[in-house]
């Protein structure tokens, strides 16, 4: 259903039975790793820089913005490149747990 470097790649389902009894399967919601991550170093955020430019920049993926968000407590995307040279914590290249 998702990508393996999806944030949701790790979330585990949940099947939820309606009063018709039609079961609907959902991912359970995702706890962000609380300073879990290993720190690959630091960054400054560029003039006019979005979020997307930013992990591609420093993860090689702009879909990867979400993990500049876990690695730095960020819940809104856009606090993360809101102020030209804020610095900005890189998390180390992931590395999905085995299943």
Known sequence: M????????????ATYTAPDGTEIVYKRRRFPPMQQQGIFGQTGVRPEERVDQLAARTLRDPLQYWRLCDTNMVLDPFELVDEPGRRVRVPLALVPEPR
């Open 2 to 13: 998702f990508s393996p470097t999806s944030r949701y790649s790790q979330v585990s389902n």
